[in-house]
């Protein structure tokens, strides 16, 4: 029932704004030691509501998995944006996050173009096309919100992937983030391909 009424306040937003396509785009992944910074886009059909779909953190992570494959077969169109360790140590967290963001929204509007285009809290991405910065996007906005599973269990499903290559970091239980079990590792063992240098400085 909680979830039904979250879904409904962000799907009833959506439908204020009188458009027939808006595109909504969030990232995952912006403050791990390791691991890609994931962006997403997608435009959701508004004839009908998907339960559930909520700001990617606020939902368990078996929900979050149900909820993306529902967001991909019914979206009208999506994108998913990867952007490696290299890039983010060669241009910055930010910029890397506003690349994937500038990529996944060109790529869906290359197909359709949408009535409006909301992302969740980065401004200045280097885009010929009008777009909406709302703070805490994807608890206000159901296409933010989709666009927020969308990038958090891609990149979830990266790190498991991740795991199995370099098994004494434990990447399946933090997703590159630094917890005490991740930063000991990384001491004992040091970098590994996939870790970010600019973010471990302060650990090697």
Partial sequence: MKDLIFTQKIFDFDLSLNCKHICGVDEAGRGPLAGPVVCASVIMPYDSM??????SKGVSEKKRSELFDKIKNVAISYHIAVIDCDVIDEINILEATKQGMVEAIVSVCDVITPDKILVDAVKGLNIDREYVALI??????????????????TRDRLMEEYDKQYLQYGFNKHRGYGTVQHIGAIKEFGLCPIHRKSFCKNFI
Avoid at 136 to 148: M, V
């Fill in 50 to 55: 998907i339960d559930g779909i909520y700001d």
């Fill in 136 to 153: 805490k996007g994807d608890q206000t906005s159901y296409a933010i919100a989709s666009a927020s599973i969308l990038a958090k269990v």
